[in-house]
């Protein structure tokens, strides 16, 4: 099979596309042909340094989410999973395939009238976006300040707050995802590049009671000075290279929440059927900003940091 390959940490040059041994799956696994492959921004992260939660050396392919149809059971698995098309983590690595081979416990099956890339777009997106929603605790009326909200995560989170009855409020990068922002009909909608985008914040609201900060480092501090007592503020990325440096008692002080959201397994898998239901339903809308070959793995990480995408990125692999 083919595969991106992944043999020493660097720029995104060093994904390069090459033949790997066609797994076979053992006892309690199943082999799924791989149709699209999730991209995140923490991939682009471990390829140039090895930081992220996964702890591995190359060689190695990378990748933690697929979507695709299941092609064979290994001994102890029940053969009617074979032709199903699921949605699948990999355990860290081997995403970047044309087949990978899992844990029977990690597949799940995509909803009937789901197309299978946006099961694969809010696979581990909407995961992410339904539990920071639940570990909110948002109220109609609540103030939400949406960091990165032009990402895969962002672009989620907003439907969730606005269904909750939440004003959102989105802040984006650059003036083409600020229009991207309004023309889904977000109407307070601010450029985290313009250096008073928190007095723009702060005329249209008045301050915020949630933020959702994708990005970290010194935006985060901006954001969570428009939290006012009582205001709550969750991490869920560090698009910036870092994570918030919010001191516990700072945020004390100000009785600002900082929360950091944990799931077990059977947790995250609810949060993901939760999110895949809510898609097929039509009350959850993905955005697939850019998809690219696997052969044009290296392009799209390029894109990626860059900060040149949108919503989610996928691999088309067949």
Do not use: C
Request: charged residues 20%; glycine residues 14%; without cysteine.
């Amino acid at each position: 099979m083919r595969a991106v390959w992944l043999r020493e940490f660097g720029g995104p040059e060093v994904l390069v596309v090459g033949p790997a041994p066609d797994p076979v799956p053992g006892p309690g696994q199943v082999l799924i042909e791989v149709a699209h492959a999730n991209l995140t921004f923490v991939e682009t992260m471990f390829r140039a340094t090895g930081f992220g939660p996964f702890r591995a050396a190359p060689p190695l392919i990378p990748g933690n989410g697929v979507g695709g149809v299941v092609a064979a059971v290994g001994p102890g698995v029940d053969p009617g999973l074979v032709g199903r098309w699921v949605v699948s983590a990999t355990g860290g690595s081997g995403g970047y395939a044309e087949r990978v081979v899992v844990d029977r416990e990690l597949p799940i099956e995509v909803p009937a009238g789901l197309p299978l890339d946006e099961a694969v777009a809010v696979f581990a997106d909407g995961r992410t976006a339904a539990m920071l929603v639940d570990a909110a605790r948002l109220r109609p009326g609540d103030r939400v300040l949406i960091e990165a909200a032009a990402g895969g995560v962002g672009i989620l989170l907003a439907q969730l707050a606005a269904a909750a009855g939440a004003r959102v409020v989105a802040a984006a990068g650059g003036t083409r995802k600020v229009a991207l922002l309004r023309e889904r009909g977000l109407d307070v909608v601010v450029d985290y590049r313009q250096p008073d985008w928190t007095d723009r914040v702060r005329a249209a609201t008045g301050g915020v009671d949630v933020v959702f900060d994708g990005v970290g480092g010194p935006l985060a501090r901006d954001a969570f000075d428009l939290l006012g007592a009582g205001g709550r503020m969750l991490s869920f990325g560090l698009a910036s290279g870092a994570w918030a440096d919010l001191p516990a008692e700072l945020a004390a002080a100000r009785g600002v929440s900082l929360i950091r959201p944990t799931a077990d397994p059977a947790a995250l898998r609810a949060f993901t059927e939760r999110a895949l239901a809510e898609t097929a339903a039509g009350r959850l809308r993905p955005l697939i900003g850019q998809r690219f070959p696997l052969a044009g793995a290296a392009e799209a990480h390029a894109a990626m940091e860059s900060r040149a995408t949108v919503g989610k990125t996928l691999l088309d692999v067949h």
